[in-house]
């Protein structure tokens, strides 16, 4: 996100307050007078574009999201690159919130308002803190249970709380503030249309490769291209999800290379080869219980040269960890996928 959009942002949500009738701009703690209407953060549409970090905790999780420049990444995944609109949706939400009402200030009660010590092991609460570039707090909340319709239909509201305040309050607004990394991150590994995969071939080391292709013909499909004499496809053998699984691939999390172990030898090793050239490896280099984690490398000359290279650039030294319902295309085997051809009996 770049400065100029972050001025924009915070424009944006002075209009926003000024609108409501909010005139507080002198601190960024909650006044022993607050009352309905005041923003959450008196100051924060002037301070948004100070921000640097974005750290969320849940629990035992926690996530900082880190601004290198004009650009979001991830701190706890070494800077893998984050999407800024959630960064922003954040920002936002925060700076647009106005008090509604004050709630409890029995401690004993947060838990109904999902309000509890956001670092307890079973906490329902998230902690939000905005840093500027020296560490410094611009803002800090706990977030609670949000309330939905409390200002009409599609008007949220939300339980909140400082960290080093027993007042609790309802306020405006909703937002959602992931603690995993896909919530952040940048999701998209590689996609290629499934009309455009030419040719499908995964090896399992010591067994046959699955070959699919597309048959000639414009609308031709996508289909088994090496069933084994006296085999038949089974029934339920899908092939064109198994296609579309393996050429669109996003990530659910993402890891430096050398952070997750793996033998290279015994990879399952998927090669996606696309109408105009372009070939996608993509290597399955662990798997175990859910946890599925590939490599990815491109190849490509002439016009698909820009698109391999531009895959490279994201995938190089980085292992993803793919959905288990992608991962068990990529574990398909050719016995997977065809059966014995019996003759049909006379009745």
């Given at each position: 996100?770049?400065?100029?959009?972050?001025?924009?942002?915070?424009?944006?949500?002075?209009?926003?307050?000024?609108?409501?009738?909010?005139?507080?701009?002198?601190?960024?703690?909650?006044?022993?007078?607050?009352?309905?209407?005041?923003?959450?953060?008196?100051?924060?549409?002037?301070?948004?574009?100070?921000?640097?970090?974005?750290?969320?905790?849940?629990?035992?999780?926690?996530?900082?999201?880190?601004?290198?420049?004009?650009?979001?990444?991830?701190?706890?995944?070494?800077?893998?690159?984050?999407?800024?609109?959630?960064?922003?949706?954040?920002?936002?939400?925060?700076?647009?919130?106005?008090?509604?009402?004050?709630?409890?200030?029995?401690?004993?009660?947060?838990?109904?308002?999902?309000?509890?010590?956001?670092?307890?092991?079973?906490?329902?609460?998230?902690?939000?803190?905005?840093?500027?570039?020296?560490?410094?707090?611009?803002?800090?909340?706990v977030?609670?249970?949000i309330?939905?319709?409390?200002?009409?239909?599609?008007?949220?509201?939300?339980?909140?709380?400082?960290?080093?305040?027993?007042?609790?309050?309802?306020?405006?607004?909703?937002?959602?503030?992931?603690?995993?990394?896909?919530?952040?991150?940048?999701?998209?590994?590689?996609?290629i249309?499934?009309?455009?995969?030419?040719?499908?071939?995964?090896?399992?080391?010591?067994?046959?490769?699955?070959?699919?292709?597309?048959?000639?013909?414009?609308?031709?499909?996508?289909?088994?291209?090496?069933?084994?004499?006296?085999?038949?496809?089974?029934?339920?053998?899908?092939?064109?999800?198994?296609?579309?699984?393996?050429?669109?691939?996003?990530?659910?999390?993402?890891?430096?290379?050398?952070?997750?172990?793996?033998?290279?030898d015994?990879?399952?090793?998927?090669?996606?080869?696309?109408?105009?050239?372009?070939?996608?490896?993509?290597?399955?280099?662990?798997?175990?219980?859910?946890d599925?984690?590939?490599?990815v490398?491109?190849?490509?000359?002439?016009?698909?040269?820009?698109?391999?290279?531009?895959?490279?650039?994201?995938?190089?030294?980085?292992v993803?960890?793919?959905?288990?319902?992608?991962?068990?295309?990529?574990?398909?085997?050719?016995?997977?996928?065809?059966?014995?051809?019996?003759?049909?009996?006379?009745?």
């Amino acid at each position: 996100m770049t400065p100029k959009l972050f001025y924009g942002l915070t424009v944006v949500a002075a209009l926003s307050l000024a609108a409501a009738g909010t005139t507080y701009y002198s601190t960024r703690t909650w006044a022993p007078n607050t009352s309905q209407g005041d923003p959450l953060f008196p100051g924060l549409s002037t301070a948004a574009g100070k921000v640097a970090a974005v750290t969320v905790q849940q629990g035992s999780e926690t996530i900082t999201i880190a601004r290198n420049g004009d650009v979001w990444g991830i701190k706890d995944r070494a800077g893998w690159p984050a999407n800024a609109e959630e960064v922003r949706e954040v920002l936002v939400g925060l700076t647009q919130m106005q008090i509604i009402e004050e709630k409890t200030r029995n401690e004993a009660r947060y838990k109904l308002l999902h309000l509890e010590d956001p670092a307890s092991d079973d906490a329902q609460s998230k902690l939000v803190r905005l840093d500027d570039a020296s560490g410094n707090a611009i803002a800090t909340v706990v977030l609670g249970k949000i309330k939905f319709g409390v200002l009409g239909p599609g008007r949220n509201g939300t339980y909140v709380r400082k960290p080093d305040n027993a007042q609790t309050w309802l306020v405006s607004g909703s937002m959602d503030a992931p603690v995993d990394v896909r919530g952040w991150a940048q999701k998209a590994i590689f996609e290629i249309q499934k009309d455009d995969v030419a040719q499908i071939r995964i090896s399992h080391p010591g067994d046959e490769d699955i070959v699919l292709a597309r048959g000639e013909g414009e609308d031709a499909d996508i289909a088994l291209a090496n069933i084994p004499e006296g085999s038949k496809l089974r029934q339920d053998a899908d092939i064109g999800f198994i296609a579309t699984a393996l050429a669109q691939l996003e990530l659910w999390d993402v890891k430096k290379r050398d952070e997750v172990a793996g033998d290279p030898d015994s990879a399952i090793i998927s090669e996606i080869i696309t109408k105009g050239g372009l070939t996608v490896f993509v290597n399955m280099i662990a798997s175990e219980g859910d946890d599925h984690w590939v490599t990815v490398e491109a190849q490509g000359v002439g016009e698909v040269k820009p698109a391999a290279d531009e895959i490279n650039a994201r995938a190089d030294g980085w292992v993803f960890k793919i959905q288990s319902y992608k991962a068990e295309s990529f574990k398909k085997r050719l016995s997977d996928l065809t059966e014995e051809d019996k003759p049909e009996s006379d009745s």
